[in-house]
C-alpha cells in the first residue's frame, strides 16, 4: 500500500471517527489545511520526473478530494447530531392552552347582524338606507302620517312622551320607523327607494313586547309601482333572508292610518319540538305590516298623489331575528347578558354578504 | 268584537262552514283571534233519565240512582236535593272531564257503592253559577235521552272574536260583519229588521231635549227615544242570556240586556232610563267644573267641564255616549222606561273618555264613529224588543235635534284599482263588489260616482275604494311583479356614517368586546352622573323609574349590564355597544356614540390567570387602544388628533384622556373610569371605557379610490436614540410631537420606547427616551448630517417642553 492510500485510508477513518465538530475542524486543519499532511507529500512534488510528477500530483488531488468530500459529509452528520440533540431539550408541552384571539371571543349581536343581512338585501334591490332622530315632533310621528290628535290608532300607540313645552308642544319617542318616510318624503325628489332600519318605542312590556324595539321601514315612491311589486319585493325578501325558497306568505287586508289598501302579512311555518321550519301552510306567523302609501300622507309632505304613489312596509327587527336564528324571549336582546350574546351571537369576522349567504 | 256563528246566520244567510268563514274574515281584514265553541268541553254530557232513585245505605245525603243515558242503565250515586226517580237531567260518564269541578271523572265507590258517572249541576257545566241541584230538564227532552246536551241546549255555537282596527266601526256590530262576509262571496245579507214601525199609542210624558250652545252643537246633534210605559222586566229570554252570556257579558235584566244587544248586534249604543225615576225633561248639556257624577261602574267622576252630559231637572243621569248612572238605571222594578238614542261626536267622545280615563263598549263605538244615521232605528229597535219581551206600550217617538247625513260622494276612476294593485278587473267586478258592501255606485263610464254609506267615515277618497275593492275581491289576486332594477348591479348605497357604525362594531368585536344593546332611558341618577338629566330628555310618562331619562352616554348601561354579568359569574366582561346618545331633544342634539367598557383584568391578549403569566388589571391604555383602533379603522391616525387630560369627571382625574380634533371638536374621550363612578353602579373595579362620537369624525375630503403613488427608496433608513429629562407635567404627545416636526423631510417616525421616574432625576422630573428614524431620500445620509438632525431634535424638544438631553 503506498504512503497516499495509507494517509487516505487514516484520514477517512479519522474523519468517520470524530466525535464532535471540534475535533473534526482538527482533522481537517491537519489533512487538508495549509500545513497539512496532504501538502506535506505535495512537497517531495519537485524531485520526481514530469511523468511521474503528474501522475502523483492526480492522484494526490484525487486523495485530497476524497477527504475533503468525506470531511463534509461528516460535518454534516455531526451538525445534524448535535441540532437533534439541542431540538431534544427544546420539547414544550403543546397541549398547553394558548391564548386565544380576541376575535373569537368578540360578539356582534344579533339585531346588528340581521340589519346587515335585510341592507345587504333591499341593497340590491336599490334600495338606500335613511335615518332620523329618536325623539322626533308629534307632527312627524302622528299627524304628517294620517293619525290626527285624537283619532283612536294614537291610543294604539302606547306613546312614550316627553314634558310639554311652554308653546304646548311636545316631543314623542318615535313610534315607528314611519317617522322617516315623512322625512325622506320631504327632502328628498321621486323616484325614492328607501329603507329605514332603527329603534323604536312603545310603553309596553311583556315577553313578546319591549319598551325599546327595532323597526325597518321600507318606502318606494314613483309614478308606476303597485302592490304587485310591493308583494314581490317582500316574497323575494323573506325568500333571500330565510334561504329558502318556498317561502309561503298570506296577504291579510288590515289597517294602518298611512296606507291605503293596507295589508298585513303572514309566513307560513310548522313546529318540528322546538324548531320552527319556515314554509307550508300550517301556521302563520304575522311579521309585517304594508300598503300603498295614503294619499293624505304623500299631500302632507308636499307630493300630488294623482301623479306620485308608492308602497311602504315596516318589519319587526327583533323578530326576525327570532324567526330565523331561534331566540323566544325578545326580553333577553336587551339585557346584555353576555351568556346569551355569546351564544346568540355572531362572529365579527361573519359579514353577511348575498355572495357568501345571509 | 265577539259574536257567535249562531248569531252571524241572523243576518247571514250562509251554507259555508265554519273554517271558512273564519278564514274570509281574516283575510278581509276582520283578523280573528280566537274562536271557542263550548261545545267541545262539554260533547259527552248526555241528556239521561233517572229511572229509580233510593237511599244510599250508609249516608243521609246520597241517593243510588239508576241513569238511562238511551243505551244502558248505570249506576250512580247522586247528592243533589232534587234527584228522583223521573228527573230528566244531564249526565257526565266515567272519563268525562267536568270543567266546573276541574276534574275527570273515574269510575269510584262513594261510601261503599260504585257510581258509573255524575249528574251535573249548572255549574259543573259552568253554565251559571247555580249548584243547588242537578239540571232538570222539561218533559220537552224525553225523547232527547242519550243525545247530547249541547246540541239540545243550543250551545254548540261557536263564539268568534275578531280584531277590529280603528277604521271600522260599522263591524263592532254583528251585521256590519255579516255585510262584509256576504260582499266576499259566503252568503247573502238577510233583510235588516227595522224594529217598531208603528207611530206609538200615545205622547210621551217625559219630553227631551237640546241644550247645547250653538258653536258647540256638533257634539251632540240629536237625542232621539221613546216612552215605553207598562213594561214588566224580567230576567232575558234564554237565547238572548245565552247569547250575551257567549261574548262575555252578564245578562242583567232584560231593559239592560236589550241595550247591550243592540250594542253588538248593529253597533247602535243605547240607553234605557227607569221613567219614573226621571224629574221633567231630559236633555243633553255640557258639564261645568264643579259637576260630579257617579257612573254604573260605581265610580265617582268629577271635573265634568265640558262634557256632554244627560241630565234631568234634578239630576245628572249620564255621561252622554259613555255611561250611564246608577240611580236613573232600569231595574226589575222597573215599569216605565225612556229610551235614549243620541249621537255623539267622535273627537268629543274619545276626548272625554280618555280625560275620564273610562272606559266602556259605548265609549269604544262612538269614538271610532257608528253610523249617525242610525238613531231612528236604534230606538225603534229597542221599542220592539221591548215589547216582544216585556209587554208595555210605545209612545210616539220624541225627537231633540237631527241626526247628521253625511253625504260622500266620490269621483271614481274604476282604472285606479288597476293602477294601485295591478289587478285588473272588470268595471262589473268593481261596481258590484263595491254595491255589496252599500256603496251607491252610478254612472256607465270609466268615471263613476260612488255615494259612501254612512255608516262608513272611513271612507274619504278613491284609495279607500281602492282598498275596498280588493280586500273583498282578495289580495290573493294581487300578482308579485318584479320591482324594475335600476341598475345591472346595485350600487353602493350606505353613506358614510352608515358605514361607520358597522364598522365600529365589527372593529371592537375583533378586539375581544361583545356587543350589547341597552335601553335608551336609564335612571336618572345615572343620567346626572353622566352629564344628562336634562328635562327636556325626561320622559313624561317613563315604563319604570329606572328607564326615565334618555341616556347622555353609553357607558351607564353598559356598566351596568357588566356589573349584572359579573354578578352571574362572569370574568372580567368587556363590552360595546354601538348607538345613539341624547343630549337635547332637538335633531342634532342625537349623536351616534361607539362605546366600550373593559372590566377586571380583560385586557386586549385575553383576561384572568394563564400558565405563561396571569393578565394584569386593565389600564387606561387599554381603552385608549380600542379607541385608536377604531380611529384607525375611519382613517385617523393619532399624529392627526391632540390628546387632552380634561376628560369629564365620571372619569379618574389622572387616567383619562379627550380626543380633539383642533380646540372645538370632541372626537370622544377614553379612560378608567372614576373610583366614585364605580361605586355608584355597584361594580368591582377597575372598568375602563371610553366613547367616541362617530359623527364627530369628519368625512374623508378625498373620493378618488386611487392610493396615490407609493414612494419607497433603495436607501436604508436609521434610527438615533435620545433620552430627554422633562417635567413630571410634560406630555409625551408634546415630545414626540415636537421631535417629529424637528426636521419634516428626514424623521418618518418617533417611537417613544422608554419612560422612567426615579429620585437621581431629581424631584418632579421623568426620562422619555424616543427612537428617531431617518430616512434618507436622494443620498446616503454623512456623519455631519446625521448628526445636524440630531441637534434638531434636541432643539425642537427642549422648545416644546425645556427638556434637556439626558447625560
Redesign the interface.
Given at each position: 500500500m503506498s504512503e497516499l492510500e495509507t494517509l487516505e485510508k487514516d484520514l477517512t477513518k479519522a474523519i468517520k471517527d470524530a466525535a464532535d465538530l471540534k475535533s473534526l475542524e482538527e482533522i481537517r486543519v491537519s489533512a487538508v489545511g495549509k500545513k497539512c499532511s496532504i501538502s506535506a507529500l505535495m512537497s517531495g512534488l519537485g524531485k520526481m520526473a514530469p511523468e511521474e510528477r503528474k501522475s502523483f500530483g492526480q492522484s494526490v488531488n484525487k486523495v485530497k478530494q476524497a477527504v475533503t468530500t468525506e470531511l463534509e459529509s461528516r460535518k454534516a452528520e455531526l451538525e445534524r447530531i448535535a441540532l437533534n440533540e439541542r431540538l431534544e431539550t427544546e420539547r414544550e408541552d403543546v397541549t398547553?392552552?394558548m391564548?386565544?384571539s380576541?376575535?373569537l371571543?368578540?360578539?356582534?349581536?344579533p339585531?346588528?347582524q340581521v340589519w346587515?343581512e335585510i341592507?345587504e338585501i333591499f341593497?340590491?334591490?336599490?334600495?338606500?338606507?335613511a335615518?332620523g332622530?329618536?325623539?322626533e315632533t308629534d307632527e312627524n310621528n302622528f299627524t304628517k302620517l294620517n293619525i290626527p290628535a285624537?283619532?283612536?290608532?294614537r291610543?294604539?300607540h302606547d306613546t312614550?312622551?316627553?314634558?310639554?313645552?311652554e308653546d304646548g308642544t311636545?316631543?314623542v319617542?318615535r313610534t315607528h320607523t314611519s317617522t322617516v318616510q315623512v322625512r325622506v318624503m320631504e327632502n328628498e325628489k321621486p323616484p325614492l327607494?328607501i329603507i329605514a332600519p332603527g329603534?323604536v318605542?312603545r310603553?309596553?312590556?311583556d315577553q313578546t313586547h319591549t319598551?325599546?324595539f327595532h323597526q325597518v321601514e321600507g318606502l318606494?315612491i314613483d309614478k308606476?309601482?303597485?302592490?304587485?311589486?310591493l308583494?314581490?319585493?317582500l316574497?323575494e325578501f323573506c325568500k333571500t333572508f330565510f334561504e329558502v325558497d318556498d317561502v309561503t306568505m298570506?296577504?291579510?287586508?288590515?289597517?294602518f292610518?298611512f296606507t291605503?289598501?293596507?295589508?298585513?302579512v303572514d309566513i307560513g311555518y310548522s313546529k318540528k319540538g322546538d324548531e320552527m321550519i319556515i314554509g307550508g301552510e300550517e301556521k302563520w306567523l304575522e311579521i309585517l305590516g304594508c300598503g300603498?302609501v295614503?294619499?293624505?300622507v304623500l299631500r302632507n309632505v308636499g307630493l300630488d298623489?294623482e301623479e306620485y304613489?308608492g308602497f311602504a312596509f315596516g318589519i319587526g327587527i327583533d323578530r326576525l331575528a327570532m324567526l330565523k336564528y331561534g331566540m323566544s324571549d325578545l326580553r333577553a336582546?336587551?339585557?346584555?347578558?353576555?351568556?346569551w350574546?355569546?351564544h346568540y351571537?355572531f362572529?365579527?369576522?361573519h359579514?353577511p354578504t348575498i355572495a357568501g349567504g345571509l | 268584537m265577539k259574536f257567535t256563528l249562531s248569531w252571524l246566520k241572523d243576518h247571514l244567510e250562509t251554507d259555508k262552514p265554519l273554517d271558512e268563514i273564519l278564514e274570509k274574515l281574516t283575510l278581509i281584514g276582520l283578523e280573528v283571534e280566537e274562536v271557542v265553541n263550548p261545545a267541545e268541553e262539554l260533547k259527552n254530557f248526555v241528556i239521561a233519565k233517572i229511572e229509580t232513585a233510593e237511599k244510599h245505605p250508609d249516608a243521609d245525603k246520597l241517593q243510588v240512582c239508576t241513569v238511562n243515558n238511551g243505551s244502558e242503565k248505570m249506576q250512580v250515586v247522586c247528592g243533589a236535593p232534587n234527584a228522583k226517580a223521573g228527573l230528566l237531567g244531564v249526565f257526565a260518564p266515567v272519563g268525562t272531564y267536568v270543567p266546573g269541578i276541574d276534574f275527570t271523572l273515574t269510575k269510584a265507590k262513594i261510601r261503599g257503592v260504585e257510581s258509573m258517572g255524575m249528574m251535573c249541576s249548572e255549574s259543573e257545566l259552568e253554565l251559571s253559577e247555580d249548584h243547588e241541584g242537578i239540571i232538570e230538564l222539561g218533559e220537552g227532552a224525553a225523547d232527547k235521552v242519550g243525545t247530547r246536551y249541547v246540541d239540545y241546549a243550543g250551545l254548540d255555537d261557536p263564539m268568534i272574536e275578531i280584531a277590529i282596527t280603528p277604521n271600522r266601526p260599522d263591524c263592532l256590530g254583528v251585521r256590519g260583519i255579516a255585510r262584509d262576509l256576504a260582499a266576499a262571496g259566503l252568503g247573502t245579507l238577510k233583510d235588516e229588521n227595522l224594529g217598531y214601525s208603528d207611530k206609538g199609542d200615545f205622547k210621551s210624558p217625559t219630553d227631551i231635549k237640546l241644550d247645547i250652545a250653538k258653536d258647540k252643537t256638533h257634539i251632540c246633534p240629536a237625542f232621539w227615544g221613546r216612552y215605553v210605559k207598562e213594561v214588566k222586566n224580567v230576567a232575558s229570554p234564554s237565547w238572548l242570556q245565552a247569547r250575551l252570556k257567549a261574548i262575555g257579558l252578564r245578562p242583567i235584566n232584560a231593559l239592560v240586556d236589550i241595550t247591550n244587544y243592540i250594542s253588538y248586534d248593529r253597533g247602535r249604543p243605547l240607553h234605557v232610563y227607569d221613567a219614573d225615576k226621571l224629574s221633567g225633561t231630559v236633555s243633553a248639556r255640557l258639564g261645568n267644573k264643579s259637576e260630579k257624577f257617579t257612573a254604573l261602574d260605581g265610580k265617582e267622576y268629577d271635573d265634568l267641564e265640558g262634557t256632554c252630559l244627560i241630565v234631568d231637572e234634578k239630576n245628572v243621569l249620564g255621561l252622554g255616549g259613555i255611561m250611564g248612572g246608577e240611580d236613573s238605571g232600569s231595574v226589575l222594578e222597573t215599569t216605565n222606561v225612556l229610551i235614549e238614542s243620541a249621537y255623539f261626536d267622535p273627537i268629543h267622545i274619545a276626548m272625554t273618555g280618555r280625560k275620564l280615563n273610562l272606559i266602556s263598549d259605548a265609549r269604544y263605538r262612538f269614538e271610532r264613529g257608528i253610523d249617525p244615521q242610525s238613531v231612528e232605528l236604534g230606538v225603534n229597535l229597542a221599542t220592539q224588543m221591548i215589547l216582544d219581551i216585556c209587554g208595555g206600550t210605545a209612545s210616539e217617538m220624541i225627537k231633540a235635534g237631527t241626526p247628521p247625513k253625511p253625504e260622500k260622494t266620490l269621483e271614481f276612476d274604476l282604472q285606479r284599482v288597476t293602477k294601485l294593485t295591478g289587478v285588473t278587473l272588470s268595471n262589473k267586478e268593481v261596481t258590484e263588489t263595491l254595491t255589496s258592501l252599500g256603496f251607491e255606485v252610478k254612472g256607465k263610464d270609466q268615471t263613476v260616482t260612488v255615494k259612501v254609506p254612512t255608516w262608513r267615515p272611513d271612507i274619504d277618497g278613491t284609495a279607500d275604494l281602492v282598498e275596498e275593492v280588493i280586500r273583498i275581491v282578495g289580495l290573493d289576486k294581487v300578482t308579485p311583479t318584479p320591482l324594475p332594477r335600476n341598475f345591472g348591479i346595485a350600487r353602493p348605497v350606505l353613506t358614510e356614517s352608515q358605514k361607520r357604525v358597522r364598522t365600529a362594531k365589527r372593529v371592537l368585536a375583533s378586539r375581544g368586546a361583545v356587543e350589547a344593546i341597552t335601553w335608551s332611558f336609564i335612571t336618572e341618577d345615572q343620567a346626572k352622573l353622566f352629564g344628562g338629566g336634562e328635562a327636556e330628555l325626561k320622559l313624561a310618562n317613563p315604563i319604570s323609574s329606572d328607564m326615565s331619562d334618555m341616556r347622555p352616554s353609553l357607558l351607564p348601561g353598559l356598566i351596568t349590564a357588566a356589573a349584572r354579568n359579573i354578578a352571574r359569574g362572569t370574568q372580567d366582561p368587556v363590552l360595546m355597544e354601538v348607538g345613539q346618545t341624547y343630549h337635547s331633544d332637538k335633531e342634532d342634539g342625537q349623536h351616534m356614540v361607539a362605546s366600550g367598557i373593559r372590566c377586571g383584568t380583560a385586557g386586549h391578549s385575553g383576561n384572568g390567570r394563564h400558565w405563561s403569566g396571569n393578565s394584569e388589571q386593565v389600564t387606561v391604555f387599554e381603552a385608549k387602544a380600542d379607541s385608536f383602533a377604531l380611529l384607525a379603522a375611519f382613517g385617523m391616525e393619532e399624529s392627526k388628533v391632540q390628546i387632552t387630560t380634561d376628560a369629564p369627571d365620571w372619569y379618574h382625574p389622572g387616567r383619562s384622556g379627550v380626543i380633539r380634533l383642533g380646540p372645538k371638536i370632541i372626537i370622544g374621550t377614553f379612560g378608567e373610569l372614576h373610583p366614585e363612578t364605580i361605586k355608584k353602579l355597584d361594580i368591582k373595579g377597575p372598568v375602563v371605557g371610553f366613547e367616541i362620537n362617530l359623527d364627530a369624525i369628519p368625512e374623508p375630503k378625498k373620493k378618488s379610490r386611487t392610493k396615490g403613488a407609493m414612494e419607497i427608496t433603495d436607501l436604508q433608513p436609521l434610527t438615533r436614540d435620545f433620552a430627554f429629562v422633562v417635567n413630571s407635567d410634560v406630555l409625551a404627545s408634546t415630545l414626540v410631537k415636537a421631535a417629529i416636526g424637528a426636521d419634516k423631510k428626514l424623521i418618518t417616525h418617533v417611537n417613544l420606547f422608554d419612560l422612567f421616574e426615579g429620585p437621581s432625576l431629581g424631584e418632579n422630573k421623568k426620562s422619555l427616551a424616543i427612537e428617531v428614524t431617518l430616512q434618507p431620500k436622494a443620498k446616503t445620509l454623512t456623519d455631519e448630517e446625521i448628526e445636524a438632525v440630531a441637534d434638531k431634535v434636541i432643539a425642537s424638544v427642549k422648545k416644546a417642553t425645556g427638556g434637556e438631553i439626558r447625560s
Open positions: 398547553l392552552p391564548r386565544q380576541p376575535a371571543t368578540g360578539r356582534i349581536h339585531i346588528s346587515e341592507t341593497a340590491d334591490l336599490g334600495f338606500s338606507m335615518e332622530p329618536h325623539i285624537e283619532h283612536p290608532a291610543q294604539e312614550f312622551y316627553f314634558n310639554e313645552k311636545r316631543r319617542l327607494r329603534r318605542y310603553c309596553d312590556s319598551p325599546m318606494v308606476d309601482t303597485h302592490m304587485g311589486h308583494k314581490w319585493v316574497e298570506r296577504f291579510r287586508a288590515s289597517h292610518p291605503e289598501p293596507s295589508a298585513e300603498m295614503h294619499p293624505n298623489p304613489q336582546f336587551f339585557a346584555g347578558d353576555s351568556r350574546l355569546s351571537g362572529s365579527p369576522l359579514v | -
